[in-house]
């Protein structure tokens, strides 16, 4: 099946440092999504991508879709310490159906120390 | 707008007893809600599609005997636990699915249900 990998799998950063992270997968999407988690919460959707090539920012955050259609990247910038908690991938499993199914990378755990 | 809620946040059972999970999108309705399952510092797993007016689908592995799901509106999908035991222990989280313009794939997520089973 369909599957995302997700790098790094966890970062520990300074306050007002810039984040990096980034998704691959070996199959084509049509649709790249960044979710993020805060302990004990579901996650919550910061920025959704649906177009090759294309690159959205939601505030400090920016998030592009590689042309490839094979990886998405995620930036924030200077960080701060609300910014911390699980940041996932996503994009819809293979086949397009129009309910939504999606396909979850591993996760990056973002710790920032103040 | 696309607020989903869970409730309860939190719930202890006793092994051998079952437990009801309600998912509701306050604000749409959500024809298909999913079903997650999750381990800490993890990534979700998904357990059902729940569709209303229909069966909900299992991915492979779960056991739909044990996670009963109904879909009993357009704004309400429950998630039962039966006979629950201790390695059911879990943080379930639903999510509900809104159709928009551009694309079908805006799913947006309740807070989540911290299920212990002692």
């Known amino acids: 099946g369909q599957q995302l990998n997700q790098s790094p799998q966890s970062m520990f950063i300074q306050e007002g440092e810039d984040v990096s992270m980034n998704c691959t997968s070996s199959s084509i999407f049509n649709t790249w999504l960044w979710y993020k988690q805060e302990p004990g919460e579901g996650p919550v959707l910061l920025i959704a991508l649906y177009k090759a090539g294309e690159l959205t920012s939601n505030g400090r955050l920016t998030a592009q879709f590689g042309i490839t259609r094979k990886d998405s990247f995620l930036n924030i910038s200077a960080s701060i310490p609300s910014d911390v908690g699980i940041y996932f991938c996503?994009?819809?499993?293979?086949?397009?159906?129009?309910?939504?199914?999606?396909?979850f990378g591993q996760g990056t755990i973002l710790t920032v120390h103040p | 707008g696309a607020v989903v809620s869970q409730h309860p946040s939190w719930v202890i059972c006793k092994s051998g007893t079952s437990v009801k999970i309600e998912c509701r999108s306050l604000d749409f309705q959500a024809t298909t809600m999913f079903w997650y399952r999750q381990f800490p510092k993890q990534s979700l797993m998904l357990m059902a599609t729940?569709?209303?007016?229909?069966?909900?689908?299992?991915e492979q592995g779960v056991e739909k005997d044990k996670f009963l799901i109904n879909h009993a509106s357009l704004t309400l999908s429950t998630l039962t636990v039966t006979s629950a035991h201790p390695e059911d222990s879990s943080f379930y989280i639903c999510s509900a699915v809104r159709r928009a313009p551009r694309t079908f794939y805006e799913q947006y997520f309740g807070p989540g249900t911290r299920l212990t089973v002692t």
């Open positions: 729940s569709n209303e007016g229909s069966k909900a689908t299992y």
């Open positions: 996503a994009g819809p499993h293979a086949g397009g159906t129009s309910y939504g199914k999606l396909t």
